[in-house]
């Protein structure tokens, strides 16, 4: 160990001052170039951190519209579904309208039916006053 310390130390010695100065030079080069590469990388970083910061914000903005693409959807059906028992209600009140015109009709013809009846017994009792009478008349006789 000690022979490779002496080994390098005597190189450095033996370096002209031309090659220290070029050293130096290739070391800040390095120094720079590392750096650079530090920068870099920092950069890379940040930029990966953004992307996936982008990235989780674009998925929750993702589910937000299917979110709301179904509700839209729900919201359709809905709209369909009312339209479709509106229809129904309406014909229904057709149906109700329908049925009381009948209803009225019927009863018509019922009050008219009951008041034949009614001068149908009105005639019956007179007839039957007629022969009472008739027949007391012929007991006298």
């Known amino acids: ?8 130390l005597s190189r450095l010695r033996g370096i002209s001052s031309d090659e220290k100065s070029e050293m ?14 530090m920068m870099l990388k920092k950069r890379n970083d940040e930029y990966i951190l ?26 359709d059906r809905m709209k369909d579904k ?14 109700n309208v329908q049925w009381e015109l009948k209803e009225q009709e019927l009863n018509k013809r019922f ?17 039957k006053k007629k022969i009472q009478t008739l027949e007391k008349l012929l007991e006298y006789v």
Request: net charge negative; hydrophobic share 35%.
């Open 1 to 8: 160990m000690a022979d490779q310390s002496d080994e390098i």
């Open 24 to 37: 130096g030079k290739m070391k800040c080069r390095i120094d720079d170039q590392a750096r650079l590469i």
């Open 50 to 75: 953004a992307n996936m910061a982008l990235d989780k914000h674009s998925i929750e903005l993702e589910r937000q519209i299917e979110e709301l693409r179904d509700k839209f959807e729900e919201e």
């Open 82 to 95: 009312i339209e479709e028992l509106t229809q129904t209600i309406e014909q229904l009140k057709t149906l």
């Open 111 to 127: 009050l008219f039916e009951n008041k034949k009846y009614e001068n149908l017994q009105e005639d019956l009792s007179s007839q």
